[in-house]
Structures are given as structure tokens and as C-alpha cells.
């Protein structure tokens, strides 16, 4: 079946500019995650949603990131005036339920420039 | 203190050779565990779960201690395709999942 999808596969922006990334999980998949990875680090936790609502948001890095899932299936992250040290793969990630394997998808590479 | 810490590596192995990598988790409540690989600009993969008794898939076995709060992965009889990042998990509040930075492997012929 169709796994994690995340669109765009790439995102280059100008600082101080609006992003949107998106991700549709595995369908029945109620969890849904955001992480971001930086070149040789482990996935870094954003977000986490169980159904509509954010089970956790302590990762997300100050109040320009912000993150929806309004009918719990698709989620958009979304970050508002990029600054350079946004540049990152964001990955999405979903699974069955709670404390099974995460199923990621290809991630998001975003380049701001 | 991070939620995961691992091993920082890079490991550098002969093919044949056996290797460990070991993690530690902050949480004493985290309830699940995995290993996931990642290859050169890919997305990480379920490598495998880990569970408490210990288990083994093939080449790989992989150890939790919950006393010790770490968990484990051996890598028998090494091949050139193992070559990838190494990255443990385990479950953090609320059941979201934590990843350690990652350990690098290189098998060399």
C-alpha cells in the first residue's frame, strides 16, 4: 500500500519568507510525527498529533514553527519568517498506534537561502 | 541531558568483523525501543524492535537493559551493505519517539 507521502521532496526560500511543508500518512494511521535533521545529527523531535490534536509540541523551536492536522490525516508544518538556520530535511512519520515502529516518509529538504 | 544518547562512532570494520553499538535513554518509563538504519541522504528504516527478553533477527541481536536504562546492537559477521547510520529509539512522554544522534558504521572490504 502507500506509504508516508511528503510534499515538496524540495523547498528553497528567501529569509524572512512563509513555508508550508505537507504530509499524508499511512492511511489509518492515527499518530502522526515531524522531525527535523541536520547533516549528521539524529532526527531532531518537533511535534507529535494523535488524531487532530498535538499530543506534544515541545520541539518546535520557538512560535514561528507551527504545525496543524485538522482532520487527522494530512498534517502541514509551517514556518513563518525562515531564517537560514531553518535549512533542514524535515521528515514525517507515522504508525498504527501508539509505541509501534514509525513508518517515515522521503522528508522535505529545505533550503533558505 | 538528552532523552538518547549513543555512541558517537564513526566505526570503521573489516568485513567479517563483529560490532556494537550501545544507547541510553533518560526516561525510565519509556515502554518501547527500536533500531532504524539510515543510508547516505535517505529516510531511517525499522531496522528492528527491541524487546525486553532480548531478540535476534538473523545477524543482528539486539539487548535492553531496563536497570541500566541502555539498549544494544550487535552486528555478526559484518557486510560492505551495512554500511549506513545507526540509530537508536526509544519512547519519550506521551508515547512520542526520541532518536540519539546516530552512529556511523563503514565496512571495509
Known amino acids: 500500500g502507500a506509504g508516508v507521502s511528503q510534499t515538496p521532496s524540495n523547498k528553497v526560500t528567501e529569509k524572512g519568507k512563509y513555508v508550508e511543508l505537507r504530509c499524508d500518512p499511512i492511511s489509518g494511521h492515527t499518530a502522526l510525527y515531524w522531525y527535523r535533521q541536520s547533516l549528521g545529527q539524529g532526527p531532531e523531535f518537533l511535534i507529535y498529533?494523535?488524531?487532530?490534536?498535538?499530543?506534544?509540541d515541545s520541539g518546535l523551536p520557538n512560535d514561528r514553527f507551527f504545525a496543524v492536522r485538522p482532520e487527522g490525516s494530512v498534517s502541514t508544518l509551517k514556518i513563518q519568517r525562515t531564517e537560514r538556520g531553518d535549512s533542514a530535511v524535515y521528515l514525517c512519520?507515522?504508525?498504527?498506534?501508539?509505541?509501534?515502529?514509525?513508518?517515515f516518509g522521503n522528508g522535505t529538504r529545505l533550503t533558505v537561502t | 541531558r538528552k532523552e538518547v544518547e549513543q555512541d558517537p562512532g564513526p566505526f570503521n570494520v573489516p568485513e567479517g568483523a563483529t560490532v556494537a553499538f550501545n544507547c541510553t535513554y533518560s526516561n525510565s518509563a519509556s515502554q518501547s525501543f527500536f533500531w532504524y538504519r539510515q543510508d547516505c541522504r535517505k529516510e531511517p528504516k525499522l531496522l528492528m524492535s527491541?524487546?525486553?527478553s532480548g531478540n535476534e533477527d538473523g545477524r543482528f541481536t539486539a539487548q535492553l537493559n531496563r536497570a541500566s536504562q541502555y539498549i544494544s546492537l550487535l552486528i555478526r559477521d559484518s557486510k560492505l551493505s551495512d554500511s549506513a547510520t545507526y540509530l537508536c529509539v526509544a519512547t519519550y512522554n506521551n508515547n512520542d519517539m526520541r532518536f540519539g544522534a546516530g552512529t556511523r558504521l563503514t565496512v571495509k572490504p
Open positions: 498529533f494523535q488524531g487532530t490534536g498535538a499530543a506534544d
Open positions: 527491541v524487546y525486553s
Open positions: 512519520a507515522s504508525n498504527e498506534r501508539p509505541g509501534s515502529p514509525l513508518h
